[in-house]
Each structure stands twice: as structure tokens, then as C-alpha cells.
């Protein structure tokens, strides 16, 4: 081997050695910096429980706390049909299930489909715990879609002491038009009545046959609307991200009482 080449050789071992002592270097010296893709840092439940809380960009997440099949963040919308209507799920503690107000199906805590007429179970992030803080855990960015129980279960029906669910905070809830027009991009609460006009799905300002405010909406199939159908006149509670002057992803909120 030529001198040239030697020093290369010596010149690059030098070099790994140093990224390797750095690495190293900030593990044992327990800095817990957060990956830039991490979507955020939650605070677990107390064992047997499931909190309704939210990703750094708001979207809605439960984090289940099993003392059987661990720890959990789930998406808090039920499995989605594309062009649908997206529904939130509520966590009854007596259970221990999810449970969709809208059809009935029942997930596990860790998102597997139980019971009802969802095929699919819930989608579940990756999660991680936060090094030196054995309370809160990290999402990371990758998901997957839980499928359903190896057996299918019995759920009894209603929550006698109360679902936990997803509830806006102070004076977050805006008019859909209100939302759309003054509101930067992101998750923001709306209030409002869905209507299909002239082929679009629109989200009225109030709870009423009136639509003389609306925000339009994307993602959702004026097909699956009409009157009598899945989204015409659904009013109520909703979860969506405003972007270039509509409300995508729309999640309807249905009314569930809180658990006390």
C-alpha cells in the first residue's frame, strides 16, 4: 500500500472514532433531545387507564395505559373510509374499550378491532418512554394500522359511569367560517352543520337549515352526502385542519359524557 493511501486509511479511522466518541459522548451523558420527526412528548395515565390528549399539531390521540398489553397512542378517529366523514372514538373506563358513537364497534386498549361492524382497528404510533422520566413517552413518526381480535367480544352496550373523550378547552371552538378566514394552518374545534350545496360539503356556521356562513370543506365525498345520507345535516362538535381557506380531514365529535 502506497504512503498516500495509508494516510487516507489512518485519516478516515481517525475520523469514525470521533463521530463514535460523540455518540457515545451525548448517551451517557443522558441528553434526551426529541428527533426532529418526533410528533410529541405525552404524560402517561395512571396503570388501567386511557387519557384523550393531542399531538403536538393537534391532532386527537388517546394513550392507554394497560397493564396487560402496555402502553398505547392511538389515533382518536375511527377507521376512515376515503371520502367519509371521520368519527371519534370515546375510551369507557368500565370496559376498558373504545367505542365508536356512531356504529357501535368496539376496539381493544391497544387498538385491535373487537366487536361491531369496523373491519379495521385503530391506528397506533410508535411510541417510545422519555429517557430519565419513567411518566411521559415520545411518539415517534411511524404508524400502523391495528387489524382485528383474534376473537371477536361481547361489548355491553352504553358507559354507566361516563365515556372519556376528546372536549375543546375555554373559547377554542370557532365558527367554520371564522376558522378558515382568520385562523393560521392546523387543527382548530368548529361548531357547525354540515350541507351538501351544489355538489360541494360545506360546514354552516350554527345549528340550524341555514348556511349563510360556511367554510368549504376537502376530503370529504359530496356522494356520501345528500339528503337521508351519511353527512347531510350532521351537526354538532367537529375536529379539522384549516388549510389554504378550507377545513380538511373533518373528524365529527359526537357528544359523550365525560367521565367523573
Known sequence: MSDLGRRLLIGFGVAVAVVVAIGYGFIASGIASPIQSDRAVLELPPPGGA????LDDGRP???????????WVLDAQRPQRDGGLGVLVAWCPESRTFVDPRDGSTYAPNGEALGGPAADGLVAFASRPAPDDASRVIVGPDTIIQGRAAAS??????????FIGHQPQGDETFDPSVATDQEPPGWIW???TLQVVDGEVRLCDGLSD????????TGIDPATGGPGADVDGIGGRFIGRVRDGA??????????????
Open 247 to 260: 377545513i380538511e380531514g373533518l373528524i365529527h365529535v359526537p357528544d359523550v359524557v365525560e367521565a367523573s
Open 210 to 217: 341555514a348556511c349563510d356562513a360556511f367554510a368549504e370543506t
Open 153 to 162: 367480544a361481547d361489548i355491553p352496550g352504553g358507559c354507566q359511569g361516563g
Open 190 to 192: 368548529t361548531e357547525g
Open 61 to 71: 390521540v388517546f394513550i392507554v395505559n394497560d397493564p396487560d398489553l402496555g402502553i
Open 51 to 54: 387519557s384523550a390528549t393531542a
